[in-house]
């Protein structure tokens, strides 16, 4: 059984760093696509970033720039960090996963900024 388990939100001022971190199990972690979404209150999720097993990584254009996704096979984990976080930058993240056939989330891990 897949299991995703996010990590790492909090709350951050305007400017400032945090790193979200996505821990996987129950499935080949090495081969898989993992992609970070976020959704704020109200809104729809929107697709963040991903990263392929070959570590090729994508970004919606708001984070390109202050966002980085990368991923650690042997701990099976797959980062975001997240610099000048931004007062558009607060939602629920959560990471994702399509593994024999089926879509994979986690539950996600607030992140609020504000001053």
């Known amino acids: 059984q897949v299991q995703l388990v996010e990590s790492g939100g909090g709350w951050k001022q305007p400017g400032e760093s945090l790193r979200l971190s996505c821990a996987a199990r129950?499935?080949?972690?090495?081969?898989?696509?993992i992609n970070w979404y976020r959704q704020a209150p109200g809104k729809q999720r929107d697709w963040v970033a991903s990263?392929?097993?070959?570590?090729?990584?994508a970004y919606i254009d708001s984070v390109k720039g202050r966002f980085t996704i990368s991923r650690d096979n042997i701990r099976r984990t797959v980062y975001l960090q997240m610099n000048d976080l931004e007062p558009d930058d607060p939602a629920t993240y959560s990471c994702?996963?399509?593994?024999?056939?089926?879509?994979?989330w986690g539950k996600g891990t607030p992140v609020t900024v504000s001053s």
């Open positions: 994702s996963t399509t593994y024999s056939g089926r879509d994979h």
């Open positions: 129950g499935m080949n972690f090495r081969y898989g696509v």
């Open positions: 990263v392929t097993s070959d570590h090729i990584t």
